[in-house]
């Protein structure tokens, strides 16, 4: 029995040590030259029809057809298929809804038709309704940047073909020649993502709130891709400060992740100074907070020690930005998030706030180097810093650095600025500063109402992942997106936008518009991470909420914490903390 056990154990072994490798009639030489994907593909059934061209079972019959499961295999003897039928003057198309937005394409399968040359099929994806039934272009500016959306793909006789990668949720599928009969076995969304564990959780009394952390915690997860992408659709790039908001998110949810360093070293490596990251200052000072965070919460010192060299000289160059009376100069494209871009006094108030943020946080990583020296010098920088107080700023985003650096009065900040005419002038991005700076200000409840109010207002459009602007005055008087356009109301996607997301080019799934996630873990479960992830300190705020409970990933293992509001208005807590975590009241 020994014996057997041991065979048994070797060949687990034999297996594991070849899982994510080539095959064994590959050599070494070969696996060298191998990149292995932390992608696994899922193939969805579509859940509705949206619309289709024709209702008569003319051009278009056995349409049910498509929302059955399929098996994924062609065969000589499939009946009842789903049929596109085109004529001279009609051919027909048929927009389907996969449910969810989704990272990936489409596996499409046909039967046998009398021609056995390939049917071409003009496929149009879509974050919205509308961006399916758009042509790339034009005042709406649909595109095929970064991803293509719109394009004529050919099928063959009796086959399958899979094609696109990019962000959707909705496909339109028009034949493209006249007089055809095309039979299609299945249409199914082949869905990519990365196959990782929710190990953060947040449940309360409010559905809302529930359904917006779970959405932004899946909007970050669907830009895991092969690095920490800001959109899916567009622009599927590493923009460094559009991570601050993701890589807080991936610490609430799913812990300590290979793709945040891998994303932070491809932005140092691709920047190397003077050069500022994606040409953007900010996002040079964004580089140094976040490894501030992923410290503070995993305490991987020696990765943090590959940073020291950058960092220095990055430190040393912003300091070069600042003039004789303590004001930041900074060159580079001065830029905090496109609604403050063209308002020169939120951008300079901004960025003396971040550089503050900036030298104080790496005032302590040069405590962590034990480099004595260069934590007073910068010290000493943040302080002199904030001697310049920027003046005539009114925009909530630069409001909101300025109470994080403490040369703003967070209460008078948040009832002079922050909660002025409600959730309007607010941003997707600077949104989680606001409600950090609320948080500063005692304010717990009017962010909570923030966070219903804004991010659920994309909820009320039909949207299952967060987008990378919303204007809640636009969002009142729109159609959801998940709806064919009407004329009695405005198209929430293609009708609206500015600067970078003009109409149909506006990302839907952008990572940066998930801060409630962290936010809601962090203040209203209260969960706040010390002494490099090794200490839990618990400070609920419940607000109107008659409890929350939740899991938090540690480097020890699960967090799991409840808190109930008893009759009394005391909150009674219980607490399941993995061993060698310390957790304090």
């Not at 309360?204 to 891709?225: C, E, F, P």
Request: aromatic share 10%; hydrophobic share 35%.
């Amino acid at each position: 029995m020994k014996k057997t056990h041991a065979i048994l154990l070797v060949f687990l072994l034999s297996q594991t040590l070849f899982f994510g490798q080539l095959p064994p009639i590959f050599n070494e030489s070969d696996e060298a030259r191998a990149s292995h994907s932390k992608m696994v593909k899922t193939y969805l059934t579509p859940q509705k029809i949206i619309w289709q061209s024709d209702n008569t079972d003319t051009y278009i019959q056995n349409e049910e057809t498509l929302l059955k499961k399929g098996n994924g295999q062609v065969a000589v003897n499939d009946k009842n298929q789903f049929r596109l039928i085109s004529t001279d003057t009609h051919k027909p198309g048929i927009i389907l809804d996969y449910g969810k937005e989704i990272h990936g394409g489409v596996k499409i399968s046909m039967g046998i038709r009398p021609s056995k040359t390939p049917l071409k099929l003009r496929l149009r994806f879509g974050e919205s309704v509308s961006e399916t039934m758009s042509d790339v272009g034009g005042e709406n500016t649909a595109t095929n940047e970064h991803s293509l959306r719109d394009f004529i793909i050919e099928v063959p006789w009796l086959g399958s073909v899979e094609v696109g990668e990019t962000g959707f949720r909705f496909l339109r599928i028009d034949l493209v020649d006249a007089n055809e009969n095309a039979p299609l076995k299945e249409i199914a969304a082949a869905f990519t993502y990365r196959d990782i564990s929710y190990l953060g959780s947040f449940e309360s009394s409010d559905k809302r709130l529930n359904d917006i952390w779970l959405t932004g915690a899946y909007t970050v997860h669907l830009n895991m891709q092969s690095y920490l992408w800001d959109g899916i659709k567009r622009d599927r790039l590493v923009w460094v400060g559009d991570m601050h908001p993701e890589v807080m998110t991936i610490n609430t949810v799913f812990g300590k992740n290979s793709i945040v360093p891998k994303s932070l070293d491809l932005a140092r490596d691709q920047h190397p100074l003077p050069q500022w990251m994606n040409t953007i200052s900010s996002y040079s000072m964004w580089w140094l907070l976040i490894h501030k965070n992923w410290y503070d919460y995993h305490g991987d010192l020696p990765y943090l020690k590959e940073q020291e060299t950058y960092m220095i000289a990055l430190l040393d160059q912003l300091s070069t930005f600042i003039d004789i009376d303590n004001k930041e100069v900074l060159n580079g494209m001065r830029f905090l998030d496109w609604p403050t871009s063209t308002d020169p006094k939120a951008i300079h108030a901004g960025l003396q706030a971040m550089m503050i943020m900036t030298f104080e946080a790496g005032s302590d990583i040069m405590g962590e180097f034990n480099r004595p020296d260069l934590q007073k010098k910068y010290k000493k920088i943040s302080k002199n810093l904030k001697k310049h107080i920027p003046e005539g700023n009114t925009t909530k985003q630069a409001a909101s650095l300025m109470v994080l650096a403490d040369i703003a009065k967070a209460k008078q900040i948040n009832l002079e600025i922050l909660t002025k005419n409600g959730v309007e002038n607010m941003s997707t991005f600077y949104g989680y500063y606001i409600l950090e700076a609320m948080a500063k200000a005692d304010d717990y409840n009017g962010a909570i109402n923030v966070i219903k109010d804004y991010w659920g207002g994309m909820l009320d459009l039909g949207a299952t992942t967060f987008w990378e602007d919303f204007n809640i005055t636009e969002g009142k008087i729109s159609g959801r997106i998940d709806e064919v356009p009407t004329e009695n109301k405005s198209d929430i996607h293609k009708d609206f936008g500015a600067f970078c997301y003009v109409g149909l080019r506006h990302s839907l799934c952008h990572g940066w518009a998930s801060g409630p996630t962290s936010w809601l873990t962090q203040h209203v479960l209260g969960v706040n991470v010390l002494d490099g992830g090794n200490t839990i300190k618990l400070e609920p705020h419940l607000g109107e909420l008659e409890f929350v409970n939740g899991t938090f990933p540690t480097k020890f293992g699960v967090l799991k914490v409840g808190h109930k509001k008893e009759s009394n208005g005391k909150i009674t807590t219980s607490i399941e903390a993995p061993k060698g975590l310390k957790v304090i009241q």
